[in-house]
């Protein structure tokens, strides 16, 4: 099938990667382009909506000269890397496709601009009550006993401030007792994985760096043909073309000679073998690869190397070492215990914890083809690392059966033989993992050191009915306790652990008969699974291995259910209007159309809406006027509940504010049964939340297991596999497409070793997540607009005091021991010997990622737009943008907000080099960049009592806005606020002048993971 082309960014996808492709997409004119066409549907079809913030827009040529690196934060890959256009449905390689990461496109950006305010105008559902542009006065009635405090422990800002404090130093470290455990077996090393690639590949010292291949050119397209080429067929026919091989000097002739190259001559990852499993008579296919090889391959992958963990570390954050710090698995409990466990039996042990998902997906559209990919990856990698589908820490270890079995009528024995044939066909994948957990093996990591490995199966990654299957408990409980459902939603009482022991005594009766054997798994609290998988394997309770879902259980769950009951009590024309009205942001995606009507919503959607929803409901009208004290109490618990579990690094301290977060909404939520929306709570994802901190407490934060991760994969190594099939017996296809591809990449890193002199392993002081993570603001090298006249300034980007400003910053930055009386009166004798300046309309954020593959790369993370209105050559208004800012007076810290205040940036410019001399006094050198702001009114000593906002309103002085020129060093990050909209929204409000027009903000402390580890 040939590929669709993207009339927003060019790039090529399949027909359903293009569909997909347009409805996730962060880039603007993209999104743009799929939600005009959606204005022309009707709203039950509409799907998405238009994202203005997304901002995947980024400049080149970055000056970063006289900029200050910023400090740890909670953003970045960690938080929502979610379902983005580069990941989903391109035919061709992302390598090479992707964009420079601060790449620039304008018109692209202005055309989506210009679509979003067409937007701003659309129809919306009339709303009575509805004022014309002054909100509505706050109206509750009578509240009773609904006006109370909101219950639960909230801590102050200081008790807060020095929580957060501590992930900005590194932690005490203590190493495991035993100096064996981890420890190499020998002085001596085997081959370093390159090393051993090149033996495999018997290149005997070839100075072609690119065999078996006969030239660059010849690997080149062949690597094309493989990772972003048109079908076989095609390839061929190119090749066939009078004079296309002799002239290229190509060592094949066709597909079929290249398979033959490829698969003959060069080394890959374990082959894939085709085995029968017989259940009840009946016989399924299973494709799958040795375990084992499987393990041997991560674990002696070069690249991972550098950075493996070999032994359990206890991090603490204190020096008395009285508060653990938990982050990669390495530092949970779970790894530490099975240290102690293997280390009585066989001493020097490896741990290698192996983390297994399993996920069925549709290959198809219309549903009638689907895959059961079941993936691997080890825990001695990174997740930072692992998180990253480009670095490929999975492997995928098998394609299960996916036989629906409609031939068996009766639905409770086709869910017992679908159960029965899960368990079969793991129980052969997992097997070899009974003896080598025990006794051991050799593993040579990629730099060559040998150490004794003991694979263990640490725990299970998937959503719901994945873990219900996998610990073969009844659909509607909890895999992990023996909580009744009917109590699934009570937040008070904790009920006891499944008892492994107990239930492998039942699981023994089976020789008993079947009655026997069902009465017993009965009364364990399982359902009779003949041999479940985990049966025989060492040191592994399955019941304390079903890690925490984010993307399940948080985003398609909890959060889900959350907003279908706010639209419920709120009312979705008065939700959808606030959606409408918000101001944009980098971090926040505006739903034009609101969110009333979007249909297949993604996990990626539930977090973009996370970020806003309590913001809009914080005075909306509730019936009979009720206090909306429960409701934003429940509402705030649900989603700090939601933040916090997403922490990329957790303390005993941020754990125990997780456990009052929970508290919070359970002992609010009541409102919503009073509201009519609820009856009982009892749902499994919701009480799943109970047992996130003994989870995080094992196996580290929820970022080493997410379902996220392995979703992603699914594109790759079964969706896109499909893709290269004939669609008939496809999975025999799908495993040999999948093992030359693999190879490709093994050969192209290859290539580049050899290319960079054959070097020697690297080693590298251990990354802490503490001290990892900055933000960096930087800016272009060139302006926007070379010159803008200062009368332009002031009329186009609404700076009226321009002058006034800079000519005090000029005395001021000349002499800051002035009074502010005398800045004001010398000022008066700044004579200005310019009368235009160059205008930056952008200001950059990045972080730096040390575990790239290449070495360390920045991605944007947030920006700030400084725009004014303009209009296309096509006669489309684009209006004005210019964003609001989280300023540092000099006194600011990591967190918190004292020594902050809020600003709206108005110009962001440079002073002209030949007026610096003129300005400023010998010796004293401006800024090089710097910024108009108009000043919000300063924080206040505490946020509002019951949602834990700021409000902020406009600064005045005699009816002026008072303003100031502020070095942009001192910009720490955007800000998104949030309108005080009242009862009931104003009409004339739009997301474009709502920063213009409303009197009243809250500051959002949830547009991102950062600023919520900030404002508190």
């Not at 995080?696 to 994969?713: A, C, S």
Request: aromatic residues 10%.
């Amino acid at each position: 099938m040939a590929p669709i082309p993207c009339k927003g960014c060019g790039v090529s996808f399949t027909k359903q990667g293009h569909t997909t492709h347009l409805r996730t997409t962060t880039n603007e004119i993209c999104r743009a382009l799929f939600e005009s066409a959606e204005a022309a549907m009707s709203e039950s079809d509409a799907h998405s909506d238009f994202d203005d913030n997304s901002d995947t827009e980024q400049f080149g040529g970055l000056d970063d000269t006289g900029l200050p690196s910023g400090h740890t934060h909670f953003e970045g890959d960690y938080f929502g890397s979610g379902y983005t256009a580069e990941q989903l449905g391109y035919v061709e390689d992302q390598d090479t496709r992707a964009k420079s990461p601060f790449e620039e496109n304008d018109d692209d950006r202005d055309q989506a601009a210009a679509i979003q305010a067409d937007l701003e105008q659309g129809y919306e559902p009339h709303r009575p009550d509805a004022p014309l542009d002054e909100p509505l006065p706050d109206i509750t009635g009578n509240p009773g006993s609904m006006d109370v405090p909101t219950p639960g422990v909230i801590p102050s800002r200081v008790a807060r401030k020095k929580i957060e404090d501590r992930f900005h130093h590194k932690p005490i470290v203590e190493r495991f007792p035993s100096t064996h455990a981890g420890a190499p077996i020998s002085r001596n090393r085997d081959e370093t994985s390159e090393e051993s690639y090149s033996s495999n590949l018997g290149d005997g010292g070839n100075a072609n760096p690119y065999a078996p291949f006969a030239s660059k050119t010849d690997w080149e397209i062949a690597k094309w043909a493989k990772l972003r080429g048109a079908g076989s067929t095609a390839f061929t026919d190119l090749l066939q073309v009078d004079g296309v091989c002799e002239a290229l000097g190509l060592s094949y002739a066709t597909s079929a000679q290249l398979n033959t190259i490829i698969d003959n001559k060069l080394p890959g990852r374990p082959k894939f073998h085709r085995s029968e499993v017989v259940v009840d008579g009946d016989v399924f296919q299973l494709y799958s690869r040795n375990i084992i090889e499987c393990v041997r391959a991560l674990y002696g992958d070069s690249d991972f190397a550098p950075y493996l963990f070999v032994a359990p570390e206890r991090h603490y954050i204190d020096k008395d070492k009285t508060i653990r710090m938990y982050h990669n698995m390495h530092t949970g409990k779970w790894w530490w215990a099975t240290q102690e466990a293997v280390e009585k039996d066989h001493p020097g042990a490896t741990t290698v914890p192996i983390i297994i998902s399993s996920d069925k997906t549709q290959l198809t559209v219309f549903g009638n083809k689907s895959a059961y990919p079941v993936y691997m990856t080890l825990g001695n990698i990174p997740k930072e690392i692992r998180r990253k589908p480009s670095r490929r820490a999975y492997v995928l270890l098998a394609y299960l059966p996916t036989s629906r079995m409609k031939h068996i009528t009766n639905k409770a024995a086709r869910r017992r033989i679908l159960a029965n044939v899960f368990h079969a066909c793991m129980t052969y994948i997992l097997e070899p993992l009974q003896t080598a957990g025990i006794d051991g093996l050799r593993l040579t990591s990629g730099d060559g050191v040998v150490r004794r490995g003991h694979p263990i199966f640490a725990t299970f990654v998937g959503d719901y009915p994945e873990q219900a299957l996998v610990t073969a408990v009844k659909n509607g409980e909890c895999p992990t306790c023996e909580v009744p459902r009917t109590e699934l939603g009570d937040g008070d009482t904790q009920y006891p652990l499944r008892d492994l022991e107990r239930i492998l005594d039942a699981l023994d009766e089976l020789d008993n008969g079947s009655s026997i054997y069902a009465r017993a798994c009965k009364d364990a609290g399982i359902k009779p699974v003949y041999h479940p998988f985990w049966e025989g394997l060492p040191y592994t309770n399955i019941f304390r291995s079903i890690s925490p879902d984010i993307l399940h259980q948080l985003y398609q769950g909890i959060v889900k259910h959350l907003i279908s009951w706010l639209k419920e009590c709120c009312g979705e024309a008065e939700i959808d209007a606030r959606c409408r009205r918000l101001p944009p942001n980098h971090n926040i995606r505006l739903f034009m159309k609101g969110i009333s009507n979007l249909s297949r919503v993604t996990g990626k959607e539930h977090d973009q809406i996370s970020r806003f929803l309590l913001g809009i409901i914080v005075d909306i009208r509730l019936p009979d006027n009720l206090s909306p004290a429960r409701l934003l109490g429940a509402v705030r618990g649900i989603l700090d509940f939601v933040y916090l579990a997403q922490y990329p690094m957790h303390t005993d301290e941020t754990l125990s504010l997780l456990e009052d977060a929970l508290d919070r909404f359970h002992e609010n939520k009541s409102i919503f049964v009073i509201l009519g929306v609820r009856n009982d709570f009892n749902l499994p994802k919701l009480h799943s939340c109970k047992h996130y901190v003994m989870y995080i407490k094992l196996y580290g934060t929820t970022d080493n297991y997410n379902t996220e991760y392995t979703e992603r994969l699914h594109i790759d190594l079964a969706k896109d596999a499909y893709r290269s099939t004939n669609f008939k017996d496809e999975f025999p296809q799908m495993t040999l497409w999948l093992e030359r591809k693999e190879k490709i990449f093994r050969h192209k890193k290859f290539i580049q070793w050899k290319l960079d002199g054959s070097p020697a392993p690297t080693s590298i002081e251990p990354l802490y997540p503490g001290i990892i993570y900055e933000r960096q603001l930087v800016m272009t090298k060139h302006p926007t607009v070379k010159s803008v006249k200062i009368a332009h300034l002031i009329r186009a980007y609404q700076a009226t005091f321009f002058r006034e400003a800079l000519s005090q910053f000029i005395v001021h930055f000349s002499d800051p021991t002035l009074p502010l009386a005398q800045v004001k009166l010398q000022s008066h004798n700044i004579h200005l010997p310019f009368n235009a300046v160059p205008v930056f309309h952008r200001i950059k954020f990045t972080t730096p990622d040390p575990y790239t593959a290449g070495g360390p790369t920045d991605s944007v993370i947030d920006s700030v737009h400084v725009q004014p209105a303009r209009k296309l050559p096509t006669g489309q208004a684009v209006p004005g943008r210019f964003d609001t800012v989280l300023v540092n007076n000099g006194t600011g810290e990591l967190t918190g907000v004292t020594g902050y205040r809020v600003a709206q940036v108005r110009v962001v410019f440079s002073l002209p080099n030949s007026s610096i001399r003129p300005l400023f006094p010998a010796g004293i050198v401006p800024p090089k960049y710097l910024a108009y702001v108009e000043w919000f009114s300063p924080f206040t000593s505490d946020p509002e009592p019951r949602h834990l906002l700021y409000k902020i309103k406009r600064s005045l002085k005699d009816g002026s806005q008072l303003v100031n020129i502020v070095p942009i060093a001192n910009i720490r990050r955007s800000v998104h606020l949030l309108p005080k909209f009242g009862p009931v929204a104003p009409k004339d409000w739009t997301s474009s002048n709502v920063l213009d027009k409303c009197p009243v903000f809250f500051v959002n402390p949830m547009s991102d993971r950062h600023i919520y580890a900030t404002v508190f």
